[in-house]
C-alpha cells in the first residue's frame, strides 16, 4: 500500500464528504473542501438546513463509502469542457473562469460517477483510506471566499488522524 502525508488523506476524505453529501441532497452546491491543522472542511450550499443530527448519517454513509474501491482519478481539461462538467455548480464555474483568467491548469478528479474541481493530490483510491480515523465535528456559516458580500454557505468540519490513537 503507498503511503500518503495525512494532508492528502485528509483532502481525500473531504472529496468523499463532497461525494457523500451531493448522493443525500442532490440539489446541494459545492464549495471547497480544502484540509486544515488536524482535518478538513468542505463548504456546500444546500437547499434544506442542516443540523449536527445530519452529520451522523453523512458520517455513517463516508464509512461505507469507505469500503469500496472507489478510485480518485486525475484530468486536466479545458475550461470549456469544465463548464459543461460543472454547469450547475455556480461556485465550480467562478473558480473556472478564474483559474482560466490566470493562466492555471483546470483539473479534475472522478470517484465514480462524482468529479470535483480540484488540484490534489489524492490517494490512488479508498482503499488507502482504510486506516484513518475521521469524524464530523461541526457545522458553522461560512461566507464564499470569506467575503460578506458573498452567499453564505454551510461549512462542514472534521478532524482526521492517520488512527485512533492519535
Not at 463532497?18 to 491543522?37: F, Q
Not at 448519517?57 to 464509512?63: D, F, G, T, V
Request: charged share 35%; hydrophobic share 40%; with cysteine.
Amino acid at each position: 500500500m503507498a503511503k500518503y502525508p495525512i494532508e492528502t488523506k485528509r483532502h481525500s476524505l473531504a472529496h468523499i464528504l463532497a461525494v457523500v453529501v451531493l448522493d443525500l441532497y442532490p440539489d446541494t452546491k459545492l464549495g471547497i473542501g480544502p484540509t486544515i491543522e488536524n482535518g478538513f472542511y468542505y463548504d456546500f450550499d444546500f437547499r434544506k438546513k442542516l443540523t449536527e443530527d445530519d452529520l451522523e448519517e453523512i458520517q455513517k454513509r463516508m464509512m461505507e463509502f469507505l469500503k469500496a474501491d472507489f478510485k480518485f482519478e486525475r484530468e486536466e481539461v479545458t475550461a470549456e469542457k469544465a463548464k459543461e462538467i460543472f454547469e450547475n455548480q455556480s461556485f465550480k464555474l467562478e473558480l473556472i473562469k478564474e483559474l482560466k483568467k490566470e493562466n492555471q491548469p483546470i483539473i479534475i478528479y472522478k470517484s465514480g460517477e462524482f468529479i470535483d474541481l480540484c488540484a490534489g493530490p489524492h490517494v490512488d483510491s479508498t482503499k488507502d483510506l482504510k486506516s484513518i480515523s475521521f469524524k464530523l465535528t461541526k457545522i458553522a456559516g461560512a461566507y464564499w471566499k470569506g467575503s460578506e458580500k458573498n452567499s453564505m454557505l454551510t461549512r462542514i468540519y472534521a478532524v482526521a488522524f492517520d488512527s485512533l490513537d492519535e
